[in-house]
């Protein structure tokens, strides 16, 4: 028969979290639930996750990654459970919240660009330079959209004697994918082309998920022609803006970095500027993304340690004053056994015995001896005194 071992709650409580510090496997990930319960104390927020068969409770010590968040929402939490042994309370200690279809959106496109990057297709040595004399230029993008139109104006507004090629494709929605690949291997086969714009208008995220797709990063890799990538507006970042060897802001200005007017010098540096602020922006997007998520992190961490210091100062002052409070129980324990051994030494408690001083000339008489029989003597009663003489013999 095994034997049960007892333990404190406070044991038991620091094994459990013991337990969770220590599993690997449970710090930051990812939980996707419907938001319920919300309420807000300072900065930090406390809410729920469940879905159709539970519920989490959960904590986010960092109020701002809770913003716009509100009941109902699908949402997806990352972060690590926590046990406070204090309260013996379980959370799951938040550090980011995405809404469910962007988060789902936004993790697919890391975990593929972590995937590509890892594979070598955003490295430097394998992107090729753009020509300097371009004759003709290859786009891929759809014909009904203002981006061929934009890219014409631009190329002819600069440099007349420039061909454009369209190879006609869907942007977005299904199929889009299958269409961009078979534009950028067409153009790849064609020599009659210098080099080749994939292009769109600006859009969300699941807009331009088409241009995150492994497919057709694969095929902007293998493509035996330069390709620049004039995806969304300047802000968006799309898979195929690695792996192309040059990233243009818009569409317009790819038309700007391909084509060259009669100020060829002034020309040359715009090119030479605008590459390398697309390398630092992509360098910086990359950065600030991986700085968000530190940020996050340590806040979580800092916000739990505070929490754990804070617990164990508030132990120490509740013994201090547990030990203070007994201190001063004894000290008065002990002055009321001296006063009361004072009181029975009281002067008046005595005379109110029964018994009276006798005073002369200021001091005490306790012996016949001592008193002056020719002078004038004091007997001191409790509620009073009385002078006297010694009485003459006949």
């Known amino acids: 028969m095994t034997q049960a071992y007892t333990l404190t709650v406070s044991k038991f409580n620091n094994i459990i979290k013991d337990i969770f510090n220590s599993e690997e496997l449970l710090h ?34 960092y109020g701002g990654a809770m913003a716009g968040v509100k009941e109902g929402d699908m949402v997806i939490a990352t972060g690590s459970p926590n046990f406070y ?18 988060g789902l959106l936004f ?12 594979e070598g297709l955003f490295a ?17 993008t759809s014909k009904d959209g203002a981006v061929i139109q934009d890219i014409k104006n631009v190329t002819w507004r600069r440099n007349k004697a420039i061909d454009i090629v369209l190879y006609d494709t869907k942007v977005q929605g299904n199929g889009a994918e299958k269409e961009i690949c078979a534009g950028i291997e067409f153009f790849s086969n064609y020599d009659g082309v210098d080099v080749v714009v994939v292009a769109r208008g600006g859009g969300s995220m699941e807009d331009l998920s088409a241009y995150n797709t492994e497919e057709v990063a694969r095929a ?20 195929i803006d690695f792996v192309s060897d040059l990233r243009a802001p818009t ?14 010098s002034a020309s040359t540096l715009r090119r030479d500027i605008s590459r390398v602020c ?38 120490q002052v509740t013994k201090i004053s547990a030990k203070i409070k007994d201190f001063v129980v004894e000290k008065d324990h002990d002055l009321q056994l001296k ?4 009181n029975k030494l009281n002067p008046l408690d005595i005379l109110a015995l029964g018994y009276a001083k006798i005073e002369q000339s200021g001091k005490s008489v306790t012996k016949i001896e001592q008193l002056n029989l020719n002078k004038k003597f004091e007997i001191n009663f409790v509620d009073g005194k009385l002078e006297a003489v010694t009485a003459k013999e006949d």
Not at 28 to 53: C, H, P, T
Not at 257 to 263: A, H, N, P, S
Not at 281 to 308: G, H, I, N, P, S
């Open 28 to 61: 930051n990930i990812k939980i996707v639930g419907e938001v319920f319960g919300i309420s807000q104390s300072k900065s930090s927020v406390y809410f729920s996750l469940k879905d159709e068969e539970s519920t989490l409770p959960c904590v986010c010590f």
């Open 85 to 102: 042994t204090k309260g013996g309370r379980f959370n799951f200690v938040v550090g980011k919240v995405e809404p469910f279809g962007l």
């Open 107 to 118: 993790q697919k496109f890391q975990e593929m660009k972590e995937k590509l990057e890892r």
């Open 124 to 140: 430097q040595e394998h992107k090729k330079p753009i020509p300097q004399n371009i004759k003709r230029i290859g786009v891929v």
């Open 220 to 239: 902007t890799y293998a493509c035996e022609k330069p390709i620049v990538s004039a995806v969304g507006h300047e802000t968006d970042f799309t898979i």
């Open 251 to 264: 569409p317009s200005a790819a038309a700007e970095l391909l084509t060259k007017d009669t100020k060829l």
């Open 278 to 315: 697309r390398c630092l922006d992509v360098y910086v997007a990359d950065k600030t993304m991986r700085w968000q998520q530190d940020k996050q992190t340590f806040l979580v961490l800092a916000e739990d340690y505070l929490f754990e210091r804070k617990s164990r100062l508030e132990k």
């Open 339 to 342: 006063l009361a051994h004072l």
